[in-house]
């Protein structure tokens, strides 16, 4: 199996942390999928029975004037060329505003969106339900995964979660 992944979510909800965490190589492989020049490759992960493609995604981050239509739409296009959408949200804080702005992007889009709840180091466990409510009740996520991409915790249920949509 193999797929693409990309990670999105607002600054400072630890995807660069995750991405580190995972990623052994940053050497693109080779793909019968279609890859447009848009996305840009950020690491591979080999794991016995899967290889996945995580991909970073342009423009979701810019603050909303700053993004324009043009923007906007090369993200959304680039949202349907993966297998699996990881939003990356941060246990420690509620959502806000910049979590719902990425969220609206996603909206209609047909590939599924797993909830990577980070930074479960930071919250106690008798709270973890009621975040992820608070984040379902949003939007229709496939999956939701809490993590702990500064200590690793999760990690490896999350890579077996997306490989079972790949
Ligand atoms: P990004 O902007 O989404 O790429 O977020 P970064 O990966 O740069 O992380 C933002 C901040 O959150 C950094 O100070 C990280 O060390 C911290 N961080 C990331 N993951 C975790 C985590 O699982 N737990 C805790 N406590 N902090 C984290
Ligand atoms: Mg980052």
Redesign the pocket.
């Known amino acids: 199996k193999s797929g693409f992944i990309s990670i999105i979510?607002?600054?400072?909800?630890?995807?660069?942390?995750?991405?580190?965490r995972v990623v052994g190589q940053k050497i693109a492989i080779m793909s019968d999928k279609p890859q447009t020049t848009r996305n840009k490759v950020q690491g591979v992960v080999t794991t016995n029975d899967s290889q996945m493609v995580f991909i970073d995604t342009p423009g979701i981050?810019e603050p909303r004037h700053k993004l324009g239509d043009f923007m906007l739409k090369v993200a959304k296009n680039t949202f349907r060329e993966v297998d699996v959408l990881l939003f990356?949200a941060?246990a420690?804080d509620r959502i806000g505003k910049q979590d719902r702005f990425v969220l609206e992007m996603l909206k209609g889009i047909e590939v599924p969106v797993f909830l990577v709840l980070?930074?479960?180091?930071?919250v106690h466990p008798n709270d973890l339900p009621k975040i992820i409510e608070s984040y379902r009740n949003e939007f229709d996520f496939k999956e939701a995964i809490p993590?702990?991409?500064?200590?690793g915790?999760n990690i490896e249920n999350l890579l077996g979660k997306i490989t079972e949509y790949l």
């Not at 979510?9 to 580190?20: C, I, Q």
């Not at 993590?147 to 200590?151: D, F, P, R, Y």
Request: charged share 15%; hydrophobic share 35%; aromatic share 4%.
């Open positions: 979510g607002r600054p400072n909800v630890g995807k660069s942390t995750f991405l580190n981050n990356v941060s420690a980070n930074k479960l180091d930071q993590i702990s991409a500064l200590q915790n």
